[in-house]
């Protein structure tokens, strides 16, 4: 079974960072991708950033360069560092991982990350 820890959220003054953990465990396979997305309320769980196996990295066009996503394989952890944050970052933020050769994803259980003066 897959078991997914999420650590890192919290509350922010505009222009700060924080810093996003997430530690999967339970494949016996690994993970092709692993990665961010988040959701405000009343929206969308949007891409934040994932790392894919033999891709690379792909960010959702509101992050592109104050967002860094990056992975170690052999731990199976991610993180996300998050610098200059605006408040519409404000959202519950999820970590989810692909299962590398069966495709099915898993999400955590999400932590909040609120941006705000």
């Known amino acids: 079974q897959v078991h997914i820890v999420e650590s890192g959220g919290g509350l922010v003054q505009p222009g700060g960072s924080l810093r996003l953990s997430c530690a999967a465990s339970?494949?016996?396979?690994?993970?092709?991708?692993m990665g961010w997305y988040r959701q405000a309320p009343g929206k969308q769980r949007d891409l934040v950033a994932v790392?894919?196996?033999?891709?690379?990295?792909t960010y959702g066009d509101s992050v592109k360069g104050r967002f860094t996503i990056s992975r170690d394989t052999a731990k199976n952890t991610v993180v996300l560092q998050m610098n200059s944050l605006k408040p519409e970052d404000t959202a519950v933020y999820y970590c989810?991982?692909?299962?590398?050769?069966?495709?099915?994803?898993?999400w955590g259980q999400g932590t909040q990350v609120t941006v705000s003066s």
């Open positions: 989810n991982v692909v299962i590398r050769w069966s495709g099915s994803d898993y």
């Open positions: 339970g494949s016996i396979f690994g993970f092709e991708r």
């Open positions: 790392i894919t196996t033999g891709i690379g990295t």
